[in-house]
């Protein structure tokens, strides 16, 4: 990268704002992060105050503590952060169970918060959009586990299937509208909730051999693939799921 690309680049998002679930920890936290470097006025959503305010004082971001798993608590923290010009619907959890174990609050948790607060936050933040006669670009944080059924992810690979889902009609829909909606779909990242559900050693290593460039991916690749999205230089991009996988899905 030239001194010119990495100057242009510290400009890219200059009198953005730009709303990030799951700020807190892991992808979210280093998009935040990376989105503020390039000049975004950033605003976090995270379940953790503690990790909010780590945040704040590392980044000067503006700040919403709240559980998208509330569906009215996720709406009413959204429309406390408009106008937003770009959203990165980041907040997801697992819960670990083997299919025929796996019950019904852990599913519908799951959904709730990996489906249904993107969907609220992304209806309140294209409304403002719209309202505003501007347009604006969205990415969801999916997973390769959209495409994949692994074990023991019944709940979380079925929600993941249905952030893609939901993301090529908002594209469809929203397109017109100037709005631009995609998702990313990472391999193993590591973040906290991933060396959890990936902290055996065989298990770990079954993964790696799948992955052709034989280790997981970092936040901040990521993170450096959804400023992407966000930005101009993706303004043709609408509808896709970016797989960000060392190559996992080629084989």
Same mark, same amino acid.
């Given at each position: 990268m030239s001194a010119t690309d990495t100057a242009d680049s510290g400009k890219a998002f200059s009198g953005?704002? %730009?709303?990030?679930?799951g700020a807190g920890k892991g992808i979210g936290r280093a998009t935040a992060a990376l989105l503020a #470097?390039?000049? #975004?006025?950033v605003v976090a959503l995270?379940?953790?105050a503690d990790d909010l305010h780590a945040l704040e004082r590392a980044i000067g971001c503006e700040t919403h503590a709240v559980d998208l798993a509330d569906a009215a608590a996720a709406r009413a923290a959204a429309q406390a952060a408009q106008p937003i010009d770009l959203l990165v619907n980041n907040a997801g959890i697992a819960r670990l169970q083997p299919f025929l174990e796996c019950d019904v609050d852990a599913f519908d948790e799951t959904m709730a918060v990996n489906v249904r607060a993107a969907m609220i936050v992304g209806q309140v933040c294209a409304r403002s959009m719209i309202e505003r006669g501007v347009g604006g670009a969205i990415v969801n944080v999916s997973s390769i586990s959209a495409q994949i059924g692994f074990a023991l992810h019944a709940a979380y690979c079925a929600s993941k299937a249905a952030l893609d889902a939901l993301t090529r009609v908002m594209a469809v829909e929203l397109g017109p509208q100037g709005i631009r909606v995609n998702t990313v779909n990472p391999t193993v990242t590591l973040t906290p909730m991933a060396e959890q559900a990936w902290s055996d050693p065989a298990k770990a290593s079954q993964m790696l051999s799948r992955i052709p460039l034989n280790r997981f991916a970092k936040p =901040? =690749? %990521? #993170?450096?693939?959804i400023a992407y999205l966000l930005g101009d230089e993706a303004r043709m991009i609408n509808g896709v799921s970016l797989a960000v996988d060392g190559g996992f899905l080629a084989r």
């Open positions: 953005k704002r %730009v709303l990030v679930t #470097a390039r000049g #975004a006025s995270s379940r953790s =901040e =690749e %990521v #993170a450096q693939t």
